[in-house]
């Protein structure tokens, strides 16, 4: 069901209430070292600003204070950081919820406000009513721009929208739009590239995307305990021995289903990751038993750009190899490159997958790079995101 967005909402002179994930990382002495997240909120903040509302009112996380007062933790830097990029001061409050915040916020002259980290109080990963009740009350509507906590059904992604028409903001409506409809009825052919060291973390992913894709490309360390499977020697790669059972009866499936697994038909190995200068290529799908897997071949890379060449969805998660190594690096960058060619949307989700789009300088060559870690693998494993789910239908 289609959500409502920022822009269905009637906000002049009303008080909105904005999710956003300003969980910034900092240094010991609290400097904002990347401010990437505050940047990406700035379309929502300003379309708020542009459309007339009385006060936005700006809430968020930082690390993990697990329900008390940390200093470290508090939003401040974060305000300093804001204002700068709006160009507007922003009024930072030192709690988020009662009445003195209630009356703060009617005092304010700034447009903006900011309430204070939202995980000082334990109420809110507990999705506590009568917290979320108290959020609410601070706002005429409320908006979710944060995808990254859209996977918790926290009081202030799920609560609040118990007590105000709810809507998406920019960020989470392309997550909704690329993500989401790319999943749910992917336009075939969709293929689907998997990388990364764990099976184990994309097993959800895999079953859930089988049925629906053309083909899901293995590769990165989790290809090698789907080639354990197949009995190739995999010398000392990484290898899930409890998982190589569940990797054959997925290649099994994909067979019934008329679905093609693609695996790695040749490496670029090493002595061990510590050792880049011993990279080398092996022409075979067979390791010797001393090295270790850490990229994949050229043969690999060829067999892959062929099977995607025809796609018109291509969602990826995981790097192929070790991409943050150079000697590594060349699987990821090759494919990454050729499928940023080609006429087929492009999804991207993971921390590591989009390092490597940036660090390739392919980041705004790519359709959409999904931003939430752990809410882009659920996504991925078909599962409801209860931050979004809450919304208002449209
Ligand atoms: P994940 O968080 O599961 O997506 O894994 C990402 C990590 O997998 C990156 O840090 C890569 O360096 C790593 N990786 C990719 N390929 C391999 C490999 N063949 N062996 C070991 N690590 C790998």
Known sequence: MAKLSIKDLPLKNKRLLMRVDFNVPQDESGQITDDIRIRASLPTIKYALDNGVSKLILMSHLGRPDGEVKEKLRLNPVGQRLSKLLGEKVCK??????????????????????????????????????????????????VNDAFGTAHRAHASTEGVTHYLKSAAG?????????????????V????VILGGVKVSDKIAVIENLLPKAQSILIGGGMAYTFLKAQGVKIGKSKLEAEKVDFAGEILKKAQQLGKKIVLPLDHVVATGLDSPQTAKIIN???????????????????LFKDELKNALI???????????????????????????????????????????????????????????????LEYMEGKVLPGIAALTDR
């Open 93 to 142: 409050l030192d709690d988020c919820i009662g009445p003195e915040i209630a009356e703060s916020i009617k005092k304010a002259k700034e447009r903006v406000v900011l309430l204070e980290n939202l995980r000082f109080h334990k109420e809110e990963e507990k999705n506590d009513p009568n917290f979320a009740k108290q959020l609410a009350s601070l706002g005429d509507f409320f």
């Open 170 to 186: 920019f960020l989470l409506d392309k997550e909704i739009q690329y993500l989401g409809e790319a999943l749910e009825k992917p």
């Open 188 to 191: 075939q052919p969709f293929m």
């Open 284 to 302: 075979d799908v067979n390791i010797p038993d001393d090295l270790v897997g850490l990229d994949i071949g050229p043969k690999t890379i060829k």
């Open 314 to 376: 291509i969602c990826w998660n995981g790097p192929l190899g070790v991409s943050e190594i150079k000697e590594f690096s060349r699987g990821t960058k090759e494919i990454m490159e050729f499928i940023t060619n080609l006429k087929a949307v492009t999804i991207l989700g993971g921390g590591d997958t989009a390092a490597a789009a940036s660090q390739f300088k392919l980041d705004s060559l790519v359709t959409h790079i999904s931003t939430g870690g752990g809410a882009s």
